[in-house]
């Protein structure tokens, strides 16, 4: 059974840094594009970043809003996706996701399974 | 690329026929999914490539279009199906979300 766990969240002060993590089982998690997605409050998803896998080159996207300030890495050895979130905002208060991109073609690129969601906030 | 879902919120019946529609800013080809999200749970997904239904899913979720404009269709509204529904671009970074359609009971 595939399984995403994530955990490091909680409460940071403004200009703050968490490192977020999310513990994958039951599948290759080596061969797999993995994301990370994000909710505030109240609203709705944001695509926040991707890595991809070892045979991509382990290269990172970031959505605009993130870019510069979150690092997403990931230690294959242990099954293991990271969030990296450094000068951390009010506004990046919000429920983080790990989620499990399909496969590495476009056409694959949908996340078919994603963690239970941690709630990261950002407040002084 | 900019994705546009609308209806933002509708009230529906249980049996009702529902669409809810998705509008890229430039053309996507079928590179769009479609999930489901209901309160304090994960999103699930329903549809990728715009119509191919994931796994588990049942048959009264269904997905068309391509290129610019796309839609998600449930047949016939079941109690369980009451939720908040996203589309997301998969084919141009950043994958952008559609802002959402809540489904509620009328």
């Known amino acids: 059974e595939v399984q995403l766990v994530e955990s490091g969240g909680g409460l940071v002060q403004p200009g703050g840094s968490l490192r977020l993590s999310c513990a994958a089982s039951?599948?290759?998690?080596?061969?797999?594009?993995m994301d990370w997605v994000r909710q505030a409050p109240g609203e709705g998803l944001e695509w926040v970043g991707r890595?991809?896998?070892?045979?991509?080159?382990?290269?990172?996207e970031y959505a605009a809003s993130v870019k510069g300030r979150f690092t997403i890495s990931r230690d294959d050895s242990k099954n293991s996706l990271y969030l990296q979130m450094n000068s951390l905002k009010t506004e990046d208060t919000a429920v983080y996701y790990c989620?499990?991109?399909?496969?590495?073609?476009?056409?694959?690129?949908?996340?078919?399974?994603w963690g239970q969601g941690i709630l990261v906030t950002v407040s002084s | 690329i900019q994705l546009t879902q609308s209806p933002s919120s509708l009230s529906a019946s249980v049996g009702d026929r529902v669409t809810i529609t998705c509008r890229a800013s430039q053309g996507i080809s079928s590179y769009l999914a479609w999930y489901q999200q209901k309160p304090g749970k994960a999103p699930k997904l329903l549809i990728y490539t715009a119509s191919t239904l994931q796994s588990g899913v049942p048959s009264r979720f269904s997905g068309s279009g391509s290129g610019t404009d796309f839609t998600l269709t449930i047949s016939s509204l079941q109690p369980e199906d009451f939720a908040t529904y996203y589309c997301q671009l998969l084919n141009s970074y950043p994958l952008t979300f559609g802002g959402g359609t809540k489904v509620e009971i009328k």
């Open positions: 989620g499990r991109a399909h496969g590495t073609k476009w056409s694959d690129h949908h996340l078919d399974y």
């Open positions: 890595t991809r896998n070892k045979a991509n080159g382990y290269t990172t």
């Open positions: 039951g599948f290759m998690f080596s061969d797999h594009y």
